[in-house]
């Protein structure tokens, strides 16, 4: 029996202003139905093998039923393994109404889904949507780069976007407005046939032209986002270091070198300097000196550039002032663990309260560094490390560790060799995450002072070594 449509059912087609050829290229036909009715055959095809039919009246009476058993899949499921329609955007329906008429519009690679919309948004592994599994591969971002997701304008076919967004992935996937009710301004059409039919094929092709990327959180353009402060630089008034070394607000900076080699002290004096120079606050988070007594003595050495015990009673006054005005000091209680979040919550006070730019956490070597459950060292590092600097960009301070290094080897005459970033315990990530890295290592006659890593050279200072020798009266390096 030949298997055609009725003047009926062309009819219903027309009333639809859907293009009864292709109806009738994709295999719709006229049948018996239900009761004795007519009704309208939609066969599902895989590979050109009917895998299953939908069959609907187009009456005022609606009425759906399929074939027992029939396999769940696409509506015009092959055009996704027609090569051919690969630069082709890909447009998924709720229903085969609404996939003729973008056919009917001229679109290639229209495809419906099987059960329509469902009314609340479907858990993980439920089978609704097995159909995306069978044709996976037909669906990868390389046959399918653009998805318009043309579903029906209420509470279902929302959902029915977000299920298939969800699976299919938001950053390929459109979405469609449709335009309003010719006949009632205030309400805006429901689907593809509803524009078909009020507009026609051009309103159909206008729509899916207005179709918008689905926000996926994180991405912008240019101009959507909002304006940052500029990150300033500052000279940190060493001669050599200062063209190897600038100090950015924003930045991470890793300090390393052998325990006594100077290290903490050439922190203190570059701070310093930085400190009477641009007005800036520091705060420091130092667990191998008391603040009372090793940092304002050395503060106060720095300020007066002269042994304490040389100074004046008016000298020392002054210098107690300067430090109060500048500096902010972590001091933990006895039965405090000084772990990372305890020092980030106080930093941002520091920060906040004192408006410190600069931070500085020396030794991290010294600090309870609590693991989660099954999370290694380097995982731990990682992700401290990440905390760090996003705590740095947030709050735009210039953030300094001092860490230790874990492998202290010598050469061949006894010496200890030149540590590397990559000798800090625990993690590679202290190299490879650091905005800026240094090692200092003292030599009987001078000190090395070594600009490892640099992320930004003509912003932030070009890697390279230079010397200077520590003046322990003063609490300052001699670059001359």
């Avoid at 701070?271 to 705060?283: N, P, T």
Wanted: net charge negative.
């Amino acid at each position: 029996m030949e298997e055609t449509l009725s003047r009926a059912m062309l009819d219903a087609l027309d009333a639809r202003h859907l293009d009864w050829e292709i109806a009738s290229a994709h295999g719709l036909h006229s049948r018996v139905g239900k009761g004795g009715g007519e009704a309208l055959v939609i066969p599902f095809l895989r590979e050109g093998r009917v895998v299953n039919r939908k069959f609907r009246t187009l009456g005022p009476e609606k009425r759906f039923w399929q074939d027992k058993d029939g396999v769940q899949c696409f509506w015009n499921e092959d055009c996704l393994r027609d090569d051919s329609l690969t630069d082709h955007p890909l447009i998924i329906t709720e229903g085969e109404m609404d996939a003729l008429s973008a056919l009917t519009a001229g679109f290639k690679r229209v495809v419906s889904v099987p059960c329509g919309a469902p009314d609340k948004p479907v858990p993980e592994g439920s089978t609704k949507y097995a159909f995306l599994d069978d044709v996976k591969s037909l669906l990868s971002v390389e046959r399918v780069s653009r998805i318009i997701l043309a579903v029906d304008g209420d509470g279902p076919g929302q959902t029915l976007m977000h299920d298939l967004a969800l699976r299919l992935g938001k950053f390929r996937c459109q979405w469609i407005t449709y335009p309003k009710d010719p006949d009632d301004p205030e309400r805006r059409l429901k689907d593809l046939n509803d524009v078909l039919i009020a507009y026609g094929p051009a309103g159909v092709d206008k729509t899916i032209a207005r179709a918008q990327w689905m926000k996926v959180e994180g991405v912008f353009r240019m101009s959507e986002l909002p304006p940052v402060p500029d990150a300033p630089v500052y000279d940190i008034g060493m001669p050599d270091l200062r063209n190897r070394y600038k100090m950015r607000l924003g930045d991470f900076a890793v300090w390393t070198g052998i325990p006594s080699h100077g290290k903490s002290s050439l922190v203190n004096d570059m701070i310093c300097r930085v400190v009477q120079a641009h007005g800036l606050s520091a705060a420091f988070a130092s667990f191998e000196q008391n603040p009372q007594r090793d940092h304002r003595r050395n503060l106060r050495t720095w300020f007066c550039g002269k042994p304490v015990e040389h100074c004046t009673a008016g000298e020392l006054a002054k210098a107690d002032d300067w430090i109060d005005r500048h500096f902010a000091f972590l001091v933990p209680g006895e039965d405090e663990d000084v772990d990372l979040e305890w020092v980030l919550d106080r930093l941002e006070a520091a920060v906040i309260q004192h408006g410190c730019k600069i931070v500085v956490i020396d030794p991290w070597n010294e600090m309870d560094h609590c693991r989660r459950a099954n999370e290694s060292l380097t995982e731990y590092t990682g992700r401290a490390i990440k905390a760090l600097k996003r705590f740095a960009k947030k709050l735009l301070v210039h953030l300094i560790v001092v860490a230790h290094p874990s492998k202290q080897s010598k050469d061949e005459n006894g010496a200890y060799r030149v540590p590397t970033l990559y000798d800090i315990s625990d993690s590679a990530h202290w190299y490879n995450k650091a905005d800026l890295g240094v090692v200092v290592h003292r030599y009987p006659t001078h000190t090395l002072i070594r600009v490892a890593k640099s992320r930004y050279h003509d912003l932030i200072g070009e890697p390279g070594d230079c010397e200077a020798s520590f003046i322990f009266t003063e609490r300052r390096y001699d670059f001359q």
